[in-house]
């Protein structure tokens, strides 16, 4: 499982609030991705990180924002959190063949 | 843009059965191409990994193969189990400068004992 563990596991939270979901590895790869997974739409990119501080927007970034201060935290944050942000997220990271794997998911709903 | 298909959306077979599950790709400068299974409930394991350069990969009772000229791959599952029962996806991997992976929305197996 490369050692990546998410913050937390389930969350229930209102409209409006901000919400922050952590990521961490244990093995200082390189890159991290956030994705979300929704019915009918499968896993889509929001931010990922290609090191310490760089980051960049994937295809669903509007309303959240990341942060990365050390190779082992990246941190997903939904500034004001809406009811289309009910989804689960998961973290991800690459290994130097480019192979992928992630972890066990957040289940965040919005009400 | 890189768009991934995987069809059936949803398989059932019996148990013991030999089975293919398809992915499809539009650009074919891909990098490599992953296979996933999910659990409901949980998250994606990575399966294989098909480096371009390769042309199929094995473990266990799985083969994958890639066909670039193509744009497609191909998961095989010998002697199908119960256990096997799960969604699976496969990711086409980065092409060019861009870092994405492209994810195909999944085929649902189920293998009826």
């Known amino acids: 499982d490369a050692g990546i563990t998410q913050s937390p596991r389930h969350k229930v939270t209102e409209t409006g609030t901000p919400v922050t979901l952590r990521c961490h590895q244990t093995?200082?790869?390189?890159?991290m991705y956030w994705y979300r997974q929704d019915p009918g739409h499968g896993l889509r990119l929001i931010h990922y990180s290609y090191g310490v501080k760089d980051t960049d927007k994937g295809e669903v970034s509007d309303g959240y924002s990341v942060s990365r201060s050390k190779t082992e935290d990246f941190l997903l944050t939904l500034e004001s959190a809406t009811s289309s942000q009910t989804s689960v997220y998961f973290c991800a990271i690459r290994t130097g063949t480019y192979e992928q794997y992630f972890g066990p998911g957040t289940r965040l709903t919005v009400t | 843009k890189q768009e991934v298909t995987q069809i059936p959306a949803a398989l059932s077979v019996p148990e013991g059965e030999n089975l293919v599950l398809n992915c499809s790709f539009t650009d074919s400068a891909i990098y490599n191409l992953q296979w996933f299974r999910q659990d409901p409930g949980k998250g994606l394991t990575s399966l294989l990994l098909i480096q371009s350069s390769q042309r199929e990969q094995t473990s266990g009772r799985l083969n994958a193969s890639l066909d670039k000229s193509s744009g497609r791959s191909t998961l095989y599952i010998a002697a199908s189990q119960p256990g096997d029962s799960a969604t699976y996806l496969c990711?086409?991997?980065?092409?060019?400068?861009?870092?994405?992976?492209?994810f195909g929305t999944g085929t649902k197996l189920q293998v009826i004992p």
């Open positions: 990711a086409a991997g980065p092409s060019g400068g861009y870092q994405k992976v492209t």
């Open positions: 093995e200082n790869h390189r890159y």
